[in-house]
């Protein structure tokens, strides 16, 4: 697929270099414009889309969601972002006091305050495992994860591609072991749908979260979150609305406690078919195996620009569409701002614990030219500002 027609196909303005697909994606033009349809649907006959209409077409949708990552529609339910559905599981999963959840020092920070918010409620604890880098295989990995574990761990919870640190994590073998300790399982997939292959079924985590406005570009503010069948009981709604004892059950109380939750704009959920429907048009594995390649092959020279080493190895094992580099500044936030500002590249500089990084992300519309501005940005900052330490 021609780079340029791709680049055509989103919104993004044309001054900007964007390397940042991965905070909040980037909607293509064909499902931007079914959002609006939808939109102007919904105001011509706001009842019968709220009460009637959308509801059929929240159902359409699920149903071609639930192919697209192979589980039961009736096992997932569309929320805002995945961190409202991880409020929703940690504000209703029973822990008891000296309960512990097992992650890893690499999360998201919004997950990882819910997690702490309601863990403190009840005196249970969130224990992050520190991850040494650089990793070194998915095997390496799953054992020092599991050093975590304890008699007390009731729930484990991972990314499956981390957000700060941009690395696929091993989150079929965590899952797997876990199983196999009895654990109870929640996958944070924010970035997996769209950017990897999403196969529920033969994950088999009990819980997954993921966006579907990060990597598959719809609008923002279309997330889904799935709970295999046997455990949606367990969950309360966030929101107490007409979904609550339902006497007109819409499919399963699971959908109606989380679904029906009174006025809302369901406009970004609706096109979840017509994202599916763009990337199958326009061979999106492909377009995806061109991004990696792109990821990968600019990674070493960042790396000794800023005289540091990769924390992983470079391969698809644990890199996908995401690169952050490690790096020194005493002032991320205005290295930040600089690249914007002055070198007109968006791009985060990323904080975790007392580690930063300079993450990029690459999507259809990018280039090596892209990767090519911000290298001559950092070498001009490094050049003219003592903002890089090296």
């Known amino acids: 697929m021609n780079n340029n027609f ?25 499902v931007f414009q ?6 102007l649907e919904l105001e011509q006959e706001p009842v019968q889309f709220i009460t009637v209409n959308g509801l059929q077409y929240l159902q359409e949708s699920r149903a071609a969601l639930a192919k697209y990552v192979n589980c039961n529609s009736k096992d997932l339910v569309y929320v805002t972002n995945p961190s409202y559905a991880v409020n929703i599981i940690a504000k209703s999963i029973d822990l008891k006091e000296g309960d512990e959840v097992l992650t890893t020092n690499l999360e998201y920070g919004a997950c990882d305050k819910t997690w702490n918010y309601y863990c403190k409620k009840v005196g249970a604890k969130y224990i992050r495992q520190p991850i040494t880098f650089p990793l070194t295989t998915k095997e390496q990995f799953v054992d020092d994860f599991f050093k975590g574990l304890t008699p007390k761990t009731k729930l484990v919870f991972i990314s499956h591609i981390t957000s700060t640190t941009g690395l696929r994590l091993p989150a079929e073998e965590i899952v797997a072991k876990a199983k196999s300790l009895g654990l109870m399982t929640f996958i944070d997939g924010a970035h997996a749908p769209g950017q990897i292959d999403v196969n529920l079924s033969t994950l088999q985590a009990d819980i997954f979260t993921g966006a579907c406005h990060k990597w598959m570009m719809t609008p923002k503010g279309s997330s889904f979150l799935y709970v295999k069948k046997e455990l949606q009981h367990l969950f309360d709604p966030l929101i107490v609305s007409w979904g609550y004892e339902e006497n007109l059950q819409s499919e399963t109380q699971f959908l109606d406690y989380h679904q029906l939750q009174g006025t809302r704009d369901y406009s970004a959920f609706l096109t979840i078919p017509k994202a599916i429907e763009f990337m199958e048009e326009n061979n999106w594995k492909e377009v995806s195996k061109n991004c990696r390649s792109l990821v990968q092959a600019n990674s070493a020279k960042f790396c000794k620009l800023l005289n540091t080493k990769s924390i992983a190895p470079i391969s698809d094992e644990f890199l996908v569409q995401l690169y952050s580099v490690p790096m020194k500044t005493a002032e991320p936030q205005k290295l930040q701002r600089l690249l914007f500002e002055k070198y007109k590249i968006e791009i985060p500089v990323m904080q975790l614990d007392d580690k930063i990084f300079l993450r990029y992300s690459i999507q259809a519309f990018n280039s090596q030219e892209d990767l090519d501005k911000l290298y001559e940005a950092i070498v001009d900052i490094k050049a003219k500002t003592n903002l890089i330490e090296v």
């Open 6 to 30: 791709l680049k055509s196909q989103f919104l993004l303005r044309d001054d900007i270099t964007f390397l940042n697909f991965g905070s909040f994606g980037a909607c293509a033009k064909p």
């Open 34 to 39: 079914q959002y609006q349809a939808f939109q």
